[in-house]
């Protein structure tokens, strides 16, 4: 469903069709916008359902200032953000989840050279790391990358050139190692 | 051309922002400059493992299943913090009316603590929407 019809459809309100046509058109773009800043698939996953539950709750207040993907993915940032500062403050978790979470990382005998890349990516600065991944997920997209972070293409063409030559970078110091 | 704006056309391709095309000027600048082609091979290098290691994710049935015994409330209604902020306001006045016949020393307290309570409903209410306002202001 296009984005003019998910707002006519809130302009008559009709929520429920709305937001059927909002969660077929968006559920995958705003899961990868949440794995971009957790970087952890069960963690997306859970905020993409608290998301779509508060845009469920809120979809009345639309007004249509910004588009409804813009006020989605906005809302998938904040959430996102409170997510982290969350997790930041508790700094013991069960000791149940932390060998749940041991048991999920990627076993040795998985390629390694996948897993260079990604600790490579993850010891990026958090908005090149998050524009990198995401441009990837996106399928090398600066349009939908910038929509999705609330940036200018300007900026994610930047922040992804900074993170390709830091990357380069470390990739020749560890080669040369 | 110089090294940086070869750089930056290589990162371009890269990208895919660039059409594949000749470019004279650059393949002439790479062929004379070691540096700019070692710096062409890593980037090409570094897309292939980039795209072998940040995999296509996508959501399955599942989260629908989890997702719909969520949603069976009705979605708020548009009215709401505006009738709670008024809602609140007149819990207040009323308060206040209550209080004013006692001593002073007691209207003091009284105020003081309808004055903490009314800051106390404002930022959860602005808490609450404040999702909504800043995708409003982008």
């Not at chain 1, 952890?40 to 539950?53: N, P």
Request: charged share 30%.
């Amino acid at each position: 469903m296009e984005d003019d019809r998910l707002h006519e459809l809130v302009r008559q309100r009709s929520y429920a069709e709305a937001f059927e046509g909002l969660l077929s058109r968006y559920q995958d773009k705003v899961f990868r916008l949440a794995f971009s800043y957790t970087r952890d698939r069960a963690r997306a996953e859970e905020l993409a359902q608290d998301v779509f539950v508060r845009m469920w709750q809120v979809l009345p207040r639309f007004d249509a200032r910004a588009s409804l993907s813009t006020w989605l993915y906005a809302i998938t940032r904040n959430t996102c953000l409170s997510a982290l500062r969350y997790d930041a403050r508790r700094r013991t978790r069960p000791l149940d989840e932390v060998r749940e979470r041991a048991a999920d990382a990627p076993s040795a005998s998985r390629d390694a050279e996948d897993l260079d890349v990604r600790r490579l990516v993850d010891g990026l600065p958090e908005t090149q790391r998050r524009v990198i991944t995401l441009f990837y997920l996106e399928d090398r997209s600066l349009r939908d990358v910038g929509l999705m972070l609330g940036m200018p293409e300007g900026t994610v063409k930047s922040h992804l050139h900074r993170a390709r030559r830091a990357l380069a970078g470390a990739m020749s110091a560890q080669g040369a190692r | 051309m110089d090294c940086p704006h070869a750089q930056d056309l290589l990162l371009d391709e890269v990208d895919g922002l660039l059409e594949p095309a000749p470019r004279p000027e650059l393949r002439r600048h790479l062929a004379g400059c070691e540096s700019c082609r070692a710096f062409a091979e890593l980037q090409r290098q570094l897309d292939v493992e980039l795209r072998k290691g940040i995999p296509a994710l996508s959501l399955d049935a599942r989260f629908r299943r989890e997702l719909e015994p969520r949603l069976r409330r009705e979605p708020w209604p548009e009215w709401l913090p505006e009738v709670a902020y008024l809602a609140g306001a007149a819990l207040a006045t009323a308060a206040t009316v209550v209080a004013l016949p006692l001593p002073a020393a007691s209207t003091w307290w009284i105020g003081g603590a309808l004055a903490a309570l009314g800051f106390v409903v404002h930022s959860v209410l602005a808490s609450a929407f404040s999702d909504l306002d800043a995708a409003g202001d982008l």
